[in-house]
C-alpha cells in the first residue's frame, strides 16, 4: 500500500535574526510532521545557501520558495503575526489554488 505524504508550505512573519527564524520554524515543522504532514519550509531549506545581501540571490531565493509553494498542497501560516511576506503567499496560493490554513486550523483537524 503506498500512502503520499500531503507536503504543507510553511510561512511565517519570521523574526529579522536568522537563528530565531530557524528556530520558529524547526518548532512549527515539528508540530506539522507530528501531524502527518510533510513540511516545506525555505527558511529551512535556503538557509546558508544564498547570500543576503545580493539582490539576485534574494530574488532567485523567493523564486525557489514560490515553486516550492506552488508544489505543495496546503500554505501553512504559522505564529500570531502578519506581514507582506505571508500575505503575499497567501495570495500565490489562492492563484495557485493551494489550500491555505493557519497552524492552530491544522492541528485541530489532526
Known sequence: MSRTIPRA???AAWP???????????K??????NAG??????VLSYSGVFDESDPDACKKRREMA???LRRSRFL???GKKMNDEVKEDISIAKKARV???????VLECS
Open 16 to 26: 529579522k535574526n536568522r537563528v530565531d527564524a530557524e528556530d520558529d520554524a524547526r
Open 37 to 42: 504532514y510533510m513540511p516545506v519550509c525555505p
Open 66 to 68: 514560490e515553486d516550492d
Open 9 to 11: 508550505y510553511v510561512t
Open 76 to 78: 501553512v501560516v504559522c
Open 99 to 105: 489550500i491555505h490554513t493557519t497552524l492552530d486550523g
Open 28 to 33: 512549527y515543522c515539528r508540530e506539522l510532521i
